[in-house]
């Protein structure tokens, strides 16, 4: 990539896409004619109209209006898993960097175990043991995702603690506190920037992996709850797994283009 | 302490864990999990014998010093559903999904190897350029939409594979092929990135200086040191395919541990619950310690 001030195409289209799934979340009532659990037996597993342009479902329901109403789960779901991650893996990053000695080989010892397991079988377990609905969702989730962060800003922070500037401002009486969260932290982010965008994408895959095992909220629409119900009916209406499965891939695809461009921005090391 | 050994002790604070956060499992189930396994209408007597059966009514230093004593003797308990002990019911669907892992695993390596080659080879000519665009949608593809999708269009619309379950040779091709495609997204990336870095060594041009050909360079010279990288993600991203399976075992209804598991959820069945989560994560643990193992042994720089 050339540094000439214009954006790289395929960051442009992610961002387009991702604005795009945005605004349908948000406005999902106004875009949709149909609210999303409105059913209409009539119409059961009818494909694209002019009325309903993703078809209706298995109880007549209008599949565009799921899968609008289905992308602010997702987000919803996946904003909050990044967020709760990022605060906690941050914390425990810093802090083992920063302070090293015990805490750090306390952190660290806990921070392999949990790389020791995988990640998704983790959340379907727990969500399985939890029970099914959002906030069991978001937490099964969380409980893996913040180690990787904590990681990286471990290493970033081992990195800085010794420059000049760091001394200088422990030595005009910053306590530890002030100096990791003023002087280093913000010195430390981009790659926690660039891991954040691509586990957004990772946190909507397996967010609606749980969602399509019957293991996600069942009061609201939700991607992986419709592409599920939509793989009983492959036969005769494959346009109910088919739309929910598109919008996936699609904000995946968008927070994968992003987070390359991020990458290769903000970390020059890493360009081929 | 040689390499292989000082990661075999470093082994034993990671079993631990995953053996206590499995044991915590059952304990995270809100409210009564005896009342829950066995739903409202059960008598008081039931609910007493299941919670004895279970060494629930025991204090839980005493719980805990049970399940690993019990794993000693390889006992993780019955299983409510099947009747049956819980390792014999996971011993039988086992080799269903270790055959699924590694077809999948095969599936990726044929896809992946060539075209990750080919895109080093012609960097940036169109090849390239298809190849990563074709990785990049290839990792953002759920695997639970990939497969209906091959299902519509191999089993429906074309009539050539069957749609779910495990009979004959057939039924392994759209799991395995669902399963390994977002493996060979990733190994696509592994092993142009790799190739690019070896295409321009010095060794290279000595070779070709000597008047030997262009296909024997990169066949004899530069893929096998290209290899080694790849060889790592491969062990590393096999562990994934194991867990990526639960998924994909259940799409196509194959009768592996994933779909084991998400019936033992459904039924409540928890102690065969904790065997499945125990049993893929001990494979997951295993198969990485054996590909550092062996990354150790096929390239002495890395050995400490």
Redesign the interface.
């Known amino acids: 990539m050339t540094r000439t001030g214009r954006l790289p195409l395929p960051a442009v289209i992610g961002a387009l896409i991702l604005g795009a799934i945005l605004v349908l979340a948000l406005l999902a009532p106004i875009l949709s004619a149909y609210r999303p659990l409105q059913t209409d037996l009539a119409g059961a597993l009818r494909g694209p109209s002019t009325g309903h342009p993703f078809g209706q479902d298995r109880l007549g329901r209008d599949v565009f209006a799921q899968v609008a109403f289905g992308a602010r789960a997702s987000l919803l779901i996946s904003v909050s898993v990044v967020t709760l991650t990022v605060l906690a893996g941050v914390a425990v990053g810093a802090a083992a960097g920063y302070l090293g000695g015990a805490v750090d080989a306390v952190a660290m010892?806990?921070v392999?175990?949990?790389l020791?397991?995988?990640?998704?079988?983790?959340a379907?377990?727990?969500a399985?043991?939890?029970?099914p609905n959002l906030s069991n969702l978001v937490i099964a989730l969380s409980v893996m995702g913040w180690v990787g962060y904590a990681r990286l800003t471990r290493a970033q922070v081992l990195g800085l603690r010794e420059r000049e500037y760091v001394a200088a401002a422990r030595a005009v009486g910053a306590g530890p506190w002030r100096v990791v969260a003023r002087h280093i932290l913000p010195n430390a982010l981009s790659p926690v920037i660039v891991q954040a965008t691509f586990s957004a994408?990772g946190v909507i895959?397996a967010e609606?992996?749980l969602s399509?095992?019957?293991?996600g909220p069942q009061d609201v629409p939700t991607w992986?709850g419709l592409?599920?119900q939509?793989?009983a009916y492959?036969?005769y209406a494959?346009h109910i797994?088919?739309f929910?499965?598109?919008f996936?891939?699609l904000t995946?695809?968008a927070l994968?283009?992003v987070g390359d461009a991020l990458r290769d921005s903000l970390d020059p090391k890493s360009q081929? | 302490m040689s390499g292989i050994g000082r990661r075999l002790l470093l082994l034993v604070p990671t079993v631990l864990g995953v053996l206590t956060l499995v044991f915590f499992l059952v304990h995270l189930i809100p409210g009564d999990p005896v009342e829950v396994m066995l739903g409202e209408t059960a008598s008081g007597a039931d609910l007493v014998q299941l919670r004895a059966d279970l060494g629930l009514d025991r204090p839980l230093a005493e719980q805990y010093a049970r399940f690993l004593g019990g794993l000693v003797r390889a006992d993780l308990g019955r299983s409510f559903f099947y009747r049956k002990p819980v390792l014999a019911v996971i011993g039988a669907a086992l080799p269903a999904t270790a055959l699924l892992a590694a077809a999948a695993l095969a599936v990726a390596l044929l896809i992946a190897l060539p075209v990750g080659i080919l895109a080093a080879v012609r960097r940036n000519r169109l090849t390239d350029r298809l190849a990563l665009v074709g990785s990049l949608v290839g990792v953002s593809m759920p695997n639970f939409w990939l497969g209906p999708m091959l299902i519509i269009l191999f089993s429906f619309r074309l009539g050539w594979l069957p749609v779910s379950g495990r009979e004959g040779a057939a039924s392994l091709v759209l799991p395995a092929l669902t399963l390994g495609t977002a493996l060979s997204a990733i190994l696509v990336r592994m092993t142009r990135a790799s190739m690019l870095d070896v295409l321009g060594e010095d060794y290279l041009r000595t070779a070709r200086a000597k008047g030997v050909g262009e296909r024997t360079v990169i066949a004899r010279h530069a893929l096998r040191n290209a290899l080694l990288p790849v060889v790592t993600i491969v062990g590393l991203q096999f562990g994934a395919l194991l867990s990526g399976a639960v998924i994909t075992e259940n799409v196509f209804a194959w009768p592996g541990v994933g779909t084991l598991l998400i019936q033992a959820i459904t039924a409540r069945d928890y102690p065969l619950v904790q065997g499945c989560v125990l049993v893929i994560s001990l494979c997951y643990v295993a198969v990485n310690f054996l590909t550092d193992a062996l990354y150790a042994v096929i390239d002495p720089r890395v050995r400490t």
């Open positions: 010892r806990v392999d175990i949990f020791a397991f995988p990640g998704i079988l983790l379907i377990a727990l399985g043991v939890l029970g994408a895959i609606s992996s399509f095992l019957g293991l992986g592409l599920a939509g793989a492959l036969l494959p797994a088919f929910p499965g598109l996936i891939m995946v695809l994968n283009l081929p």
